[in-house]
């Protein structure tokens, strides 16, 4: 399978419903919504200072800690 088909398969659209400002460039805000929409566990990016580190039970971790989570099995 495919990671492409693994992400299709296992995700979902979310419209945010409130517009946020908690970032500091308002164009990065939508992905906080988007988040906030679908009520994530994790938020994952790569730039973390950007963002904050919790958001509402939303934490923001990169994608190596994410895999840690989810599949530490895959880590070396």
């Given at each position: ?5 693994l992400v299709r398969n296992?995700?979902?659209t979310v419209?945010p419903?409130h ?8 164009d ?13 566990d ?16 939303t934490?923001n971790?990169?994608?190596?800690e994410?895999?840690?989570i989810?599949a ?5």
């Open positions: 399978m495919s990671v492409s088909s296992h995700s979902r419209v419903s517009r946020l400002a908690v970032t500091g460039d308002p990065d805000n939508i992905f906080v919504e988007c988040a906030d929409a679908a009520r994530a994790h938020f994952i990016t790569g730039n973390r200072k950007r963002f904050p580190a919790f958001w509402k039970s934490k971790v990169t994608s190596r994410l895999i840690g989810a530490p099995h895959l880590i070396r």
